[in-house]
């Protein structure tokens, strides 16, 4: 019984995801373009119940050999390594090495309700054909070391920097001390410049909200300019608190979290899944990239990049964007919604942004990359319609978002709306160039200008 009542679900869900371009043409015309849901002001229809929300996920189908992303004409991208095992995010060292956090997610969430079966289901789809972590010898959770000496887009040295880990996700060296967020603990390693391996055992700084349930499970990283605080994003525990408020504990948050003592506090509330952490250069000011809730209409509610006040308050799970109530939520506290602040930026509805960067301009990219944040967004589910799947980058002006976010790097999709590749952590290297962890495609790709000296070959 209980296998045919899953197969029945199932076929429901392969109706519902071979609806898309028929749902994608109604959608676009009740509702407007999707630059509409782009910017400080974006179009919010109302909400919508389902009993099984739109759901479409791009089948994953890897990169063939010779094909690359696209990027505009005064851009250039090659493949900088390829045969990772889930690359999810990029981080450069003082000396120029680049470390890549190759992870795997912990394990099974527990299925409660007969959507979560049909949307685990559609979310497998995104697995590559050779299975998670397969391309690169069947080994993840584990940081990746690559020394690109001459900055020629080719490194020299490639090599397991640390394995071993427990779901890694971010990471940030201050100092001497190298931290590592792994799902369920933040840990420090002493790190000598140079050094190709990290042999020295790890040092607990604080635990971290874990499983077992564990919905949202990677942790962004990130640490104060003065080196004295580090940052950690957690995300919630569940879409909209269906495993119940106590599975939500010190969860939906920003932590500070002291270098010194690992003592930490709840800088920001509220803020569902913070995927990105950077400090703004000009500002100063600690920003986040954010996904959204799910399962009220495909253009509801818009992911964010938005600056966190300290002890600030945005919405999850009581209401979004400010004020708008989420009418799933029972009992309400409109004591917490009256003080929800408002995103910065909206960056459209389930684009899913995981990879968050700061330029400044100058560097190995064009003028017309001055200072602004490049995001890269791993793409939707939840809509019926593709979404995401690109590199892009927000304009900013002293301090501020100042324009429309520009496409950067496409073609993870191909004609026929397969996945080649998805972006995740993004980052820049010693050059100005830009790097791209591409968790389906196993690859770092690296973006230059189209006048840049570089070995590799690309688009």
Known sequence: MRRRG???????????VLAGPVA???????????????????????????????MNIARAIGWKPGEAPSVPPDLRIAAFAQGLAHPRQVATLPNGD???VESKAPG???TRRPKDIVQGWIKSFATTSQGPGQAGGGRSNRITLLRDADGDGVPEVRGTFLETLDSPFGVVLVGSDLYVANTAALV???YTPGQTRMEAPPTLVTNLPGGPINHHWTKALTASPDGTKLYVGVGSNSNITEHGMDAERERAAVWEVDRATGAHRLFAEGVRNPTGLAFEPQSGRLWAIANERDEIGPKLVPDYLTSLQEGGFYGWPYSYWGQHLDPRVMPQRPDLVARAIRPDYALGSHVAPLGL??????GGLPARFGAGAFIGEHGSWNRP???GYKVVFVPFENGRPSGLAQDVVTGFLNDRGEARGRPVGVALDRTGALLIADDTGDTVWRVTGASARTAATGR
């Open 188 to 190: 420090r390693y002493p």
């Open 6 to 16: 899953h197969l029945a679900l199932a076929a429901i869900a392969a109706s519902v």
């Open 108 to 110: 099974t969430e527990p």
């Open 98 to 100: 680049v470390l890549v």
């Open 24 to 54: 994608l043409a109604q959608d676009t015309a009740r509702i407007g373009d999707r630059e509409a849901q782009i910017g400080p002001d974006p179009v919010l229809p109302a909400p919508q119940n389902y009993l099984l929300p739109p």
């Open 357 to 362: 960067a700061f330029h400044q301009g100058g």
């Open 385 to 387: 319609d593709l979404a």
